[in-house]
C-alpha cells in the first residue's frame, strides 16, 4: 500500500509560479514510477507529466510542456511538480498517482496508476 498526500496547491496570478509536492508513505517509494494529472469542473481528468522510478525520464503533456517540470527525491518520498508560467486554463484539481514500472507512455495512461492522492486545488486568476 501506497498514501499519497499532495500539498502546495493556491491561488495565484497569471504568469506566477507554484510548487506542488506529493508525500508517498511506505519504503518502496523509489520502486514506483510517479505522475501528476489534473481535473477541472466539468472536464475529464488530463495527464500533466510522468517520471520514472529513478528519475531518469520524465514526460509532459502538450499543454503544460516548456512550463511545468516534474522531480522526485527518493530519500524523502516526494515527487514535486514545478509550475511556471501559470495561465487560467490551469486552473484545476491536481492530482498526483503511483504506479508500478512501465514505459514512459503508458505513464499518460490513468490506468497505469494503482494509487492516487487526495488532490490540491490549483486556481489561476487572470
Known amino acids: 500500500q501506497v498514501q499519497l498526500v499532495e500539498s502546495g496547491g493556491g491561488l495565484v496570478q497569471a504568469g506566477g509560479s507554484l510548487r506542488l509536492s506529493c508525500a508517498a508513505s511506505?519504503?518502496?517509494?523509489?520502486?514506483?514510477?510517479m505522475g501528476w494529472f489534473r481535473q477541472a469542473p466539468g472536464r475529464e481528468r488530463e495527464f500533466v507529466a510522468a517520471?520514472?522510478?529513478?528519475?531518469?525520464?520524465?514526460y509532459y503533456g502538450d499543454s503544460v510542456k516548456g512550463r511545468f517540470t516534474i522531480s522526485r527525491d527518493n530519500s524523502k518520498n516526494t515527487v514535486y511538480l514545478q509550475m511556471n508560467s501559470l495561465k487560467p486554463e490551469d486552473t484545476a484539481v491536481y492530482y498526483c498517482?503511483?504506479?508500478?514500472?512501465?514505459?514512459?507512455?503508458?505513464?499518460?495512461?490513468?490506468?497505469?496508476?494503482?494509487?492516487w492522492g487526495q488532490g490540491a486545488q490549483v486556481t489561476v486568476s487572470s
Open positions: 498517482g503511483a504506479g508500478q514500472v512501465q514505459p514512459i507512455l503508458v505513464l499518460t495512461t490513468r490506468r497505469a496508476y494503482d494509487y
Open positions: 511506505g519504503r518502496t517509494f523509489s520502486s514506483y514510477s
Open positions: 517520471i520514472s522510478w529513478s528519475g531518469g525520464s520524465t
